[in-house]
């Protein structure tokens, strides 16, 4: 996951059209799921369910 959409669209346009997507990872986190920040800056996270997602 990306901090920004403009990091997430650099990223995802690496490899074609970039589809962006919000996570509700307040959401995820107060439910359980962990997060880890990785040395290059992006967010980690075994899975992100559907439900935690909303297409821009």
Same mark, same amino acid.
């Not at 669209?9 to 997507?21: D, E, N």
């Not at 995820?28 to 369910?49: A, C, H, I, Q």
């Given at each position: #996951?990306?901090? &920004?959409?403009?990091?997430?669209?650099?990223?995802?346009?690496?490899?074609?059209?970039?589809?962006?997507?919000? =996570?509700?990872?307040?959401? #995820?986190?107060? &439910?359980?799921?962990?997060?880890?920040?990785?040395?290059?800056?992006?967010?980690?996270?075994?899975?992100?369910? =559907?439900?935690?997602?909303?297409?821009?």
């Amino acid at each position: #996951m990306s901090k &920004d959409e403009e990091t997430a669209t650099k990223v995802g346009s690496r490899h074609g059209k970039p589809v962006l997507y919000i =996570v509700s990872s307040g959401q #995820m986190y107060r &439910d359980g799921y962990k997060f880890y920040l990785s040395k290059n800056g992006v967010w980690l996270t075994k899975e992100v369910p =559907v439900r935690y997602l909303k297409k821009l």
